[in-house]
């Protein structure tokens, strides 16, 4: 009797999410282990064979100085993305909920980059950049528009922290609007007869109530930033000279163009491993302060 | 059982799709797949497949197309990957070395291949042996708009400059005339694997003189600061740095901005081949006629590089020996054939402005101005062969150029640059 209660339950749980367990194995487990495995080995994308290399490849991993490099590059584009981004997005959240006129058109407005692909957006931006921005400099006189923001290696990685805010800030926003609505109309009231106004009663209220807002938007940005590829080659594809390139764009020049599968793949999983630690820290910390009403 | 049931016909249901999608064809008739990474010529070759299939009803040719710029490499890779590889590819000469042992060697014997001219033969050898064989030539140097250098120097020979304080001399001209004397393509795959390739490449007329340098960088016996062409093209580039029409903002990079000038007059000379006709010529307003000036490294006017342009084959046909059948093979041997060397076949290359490197092409074809000049370097013998690049793993030029355009905005200086490239070789495997 319990066994085949046991076999049922199997069977109802294999009907409704056997295809999507399928699918989740073949495109993400297995290839994750493949991957892992690859990082032993010798290959280069293409030869049928290859040969065990052992911890090789970590090594060359750690001693590459321009994955290094380019590794330190990302962590100072995912770290002044993901507060722009949410600063700005909160900030966009606040207004939009406070009431003001055509509210809900502008958020409309503001979630719309979102719906853009990172390729076009790229594109769209690289436009903007390299043509609108210089004509605008050299009409009307401004020195630091006359050149495009994407051939100076300092303002070249701002232009991409610029395209990413505003790509994500629009999405972000409708969280944090969700957080808003969300907190309860009496703690609220209970706050303003209290005679907490203004910046008070947004921080000593409003933001310890809307931690899990904070949290989700916070793995979100840290999450997608540190895997940017897509915005990072259409919009500077690492120029100039290399100087904007990402670890995970790094990831596929090596694997693909430098033909080093094994290396490139080990760079691959010690991206992933640094990406898990630092989201699932900023959870586990944030977690901590979120407030139970 | 009814899970059961459910699950018996969603596996033969995959089942039955997988073997569906392998298919079968009827007896005799034979399927090729063709691989292209000569995005801008798709259709061309649908054209040619769709023909050849008219007058050989049994050989059907599907076209796998790329797109410009798309992962084509990438994709390749995954197509042999997957066991879907191509029966027939155009590739770059440099990815021979990659899929060297999953290619046809070609025999030198067949028939058909007498019509090739002997430099387009050796386009497609890698270590003695004949892996591809081209279909189009090009080449590269100073390119200039003649009109707008006539406007200045009537009469201009571009054969007057052969040294380089004569170029010196033409671009102060050019210069004190108000008009821009030159200009460079901000990306790292002009600078880098056009202009310092020469530096390569002139080590001789043959492959081996260029590869033997670079296995010299990268076992250290040499460094490349030490090396009077290197120094030499760096002079020159130097010059062609003060004279960039783009010196404003010379990294931008914009091929269709840089080719739109250059048609437009903005300019007297860019350093770029004749492939940019195909942006060129679709443009409304673009002067038609261009000649080629070589770039000089020294002033020794006899010394080799200083009258010579660069001429290559960038890509060339191989057939698939792993995953292909015999007869698809043999099939698309035929296919080749036709393609390469029938008139039916070579009139397509040359309406999409191709310069074919066979013996039997037909002599009233005309070209664009672009190709004509280049085609003048060739058939006089005066061409730098940039073979040894064929030989280097495919970011080579990617890094080296990074490095270049580093120097071009006065970021390194010409010591650190050097030291730079000696250490990016130093990083590399001989091949």
Excluded at chain 1, 45 to 63: C, M
Excluded at chain 1, 86 to 92: C, D, E, K, M, R
Excluded at chain 2, 106 to 132: C, H, Q, S
Excluded at chain 2, 236 to 260: C, S
Aim: proline share 3%; glycine share 8%; net charge negative.
């Amino acid at each position: 009797m319990r066994e085949s209660s046991l076999v049922k339950r199997g069977g109802y749980f294999l009907a409704f999410s056997g295809l999507s367990l399928f699918a989740f194995l073949c495109v993400l487990v297995i290839p994750f282990l493949y991957g892992f495995f690859l990082t032993f080995t010798d290959w280069n994308a293409i030869s049928d064979t290859f040969s065990f290399v052992g911890l090789q490849n970590y090594r060359t991993v750690f001693t590459d100085k321009e994955f290094l490099r380019q590794f330190l590059v990302t962590l100072r584009y995912v770290a002044i993305s993901a507060i722009l981004c949410n600063v700005v997005a909160f900030t966009l959240a606040y207004l939009l909920t406070s009431g003001i006129r055509g509210q809900n058109l502008l958020r409309g407005g503001f979630f719309v980059p979102n719906l853009i692909g990172g390729i076009i957006l790229g594109y769209i931006w690289k436009f903007m950049f390299a043509n609108v921005f210089t004509q605008i400099g050299k009409a009307w006189g401004i020195d630091w528009l006359k050149t495009s923001f994407l051939t100076n290696p300092d303002r070249a990685i701002w232009a991409m922290i610029i395209v990413t805010v505003w790509q994500y800030a629009g999405y972000l926003m409708m969280i944090y609007i969700a957080g808003f609505v969300g907190i309860p109309k009496d703690v609220q009231e209970a706050a303003d007869i209290d005679g907490a106004h203004g910046f008070r009663k947004l921080f000593r209220v409003t933001i310890p109530l809307m931690i899990p807002s904070f949290n989700i938007c916070m793995f979100i940005t840290l999450s997608r930033t540190f895997m940017t590829y897509d915005l990072n080659l259409s919009l500077t594809n690492g120029a100039p000279y290399g100087s904007t390139q990402l670890a995970a764009m790094h990831v596929y020049q090596k694997a693909f163009m430098s033909k080093q599968f094994g290396v490139g793949q080990a760079e691959a999983i010690v991206l992933f491993v640094v990406v898990a630690l630092i989201s699932v820290t900023q959870v586990l910390l944030n977690k901590k302060r979120e407030v139970e009403v | 059982m009814k899970n059961n049931r459910f699950f018996a016909f969603m596996l033969t249901l995959m089942l039955l799709t997988t073997m569906i999608s392998v298919g079968a064809t009827a007896e005799g008739d034979v399927k090729l797949t063709y691989y292209s990474t000569s995005a801008e010529v798709n259709a061309m070759f649908e054209e040619m497949f769709e023909r050849y299939h008219e007058i050989n009803p049994n050989v059907t040719i599907e076209l796998i197309p790329t797109g410009v710029g798309m992962g084509q490499q990438e994709q390749l890779q995954s197509l042999f990957a997957s066991g879907n590889a191509p029966t027939f590819m155009n590739i770059d000469p440099a990815n021979i070395l990659d899929y060297q042992d999953k290619l046809m060697v070609f025999d030198e014997d067949t028939e058909w291949f007498k019509y090739l001219n002997p430099d387009a033969i050796e386009a497609g050898r890698m270590d003695g042996l004949v892996y591809g064989l081209p279909f189009s030539t090009q080449g590269y140097a100073l390119c200039y708009n003649k009109r707008v250098v006539e406007s200045v120097i009537p009469d201009f020979d571009p054969a007057s400059i052969n040294t380089q304080d004569a170029l010196r001399a033409f671009f102060e001209t050019l210069d004190a005339a108000g008009v821009p004397p030159t200009m460079i393509h901000g990306a790292n795959w002009s600078v880098g694997a056009h202009y310092l390739g020469l530096v390569y490449a002139v080590h001789g007329k043959d492959t081996a003189s260029g590869l033997r340098f670079i296995e010299s960088l990268i076992d250290g016996t040499m460094k490349i600061a030490d090396d009077p062409l290197f120094q030499g093209y760096m002079d020159t580039y130097d010059l062609l740095v003060k004279y960039n029409y783009r010196k404003d903002d010379p990294l931008v990079g914009d091929i269709n901005a840089d080719d739109q000038a250059f048609a437009n007059g903005e300019c007297a000379t860019f350093f770029m081949g004749d492939w940019m006709w195909t942006i060129i010529g679709t443009l409304e307003s673009k002067d038609l006629e261009y000649g080629f000036i070589p770039v000089p490294w020294s002033n020794d006017p006899t010394a080799f590089g200083n009258t010579e342009v660069v001429v290559s084959m960038p890509k060339v046909m191989c057939i698939e020996v792993t995953q292909s059948t015999p007869e698809q093979q043999a099939a698309a041997m035929e296919v080749l054939e036709w393609m390469l060397t029938s008139a039916e076949g070579q009139e397509y290359f040359i309406q999409a402005g191709f310069s074919m490197p066979y013996n039997n092409v037909r002599e009233d074809a005309s070209y664009n101005s672009m190709t004509q000049a280049i085609a003048e370097y060739s058939a006089v013998g005066k061409t730098i062969n940039i073979g040894c690049f064929t030989y280097l793993t495919g970011d080579a030029w990617a890094k080296t150029g990074d490095m270049m355009l580093k120097y071009t905005v006065g970021a390194i200086d010409r010591a650190e640059l050097a030291e730079e490239i000696d250490a990016f070789w130093k990083t590399q495997t001989k091949q």
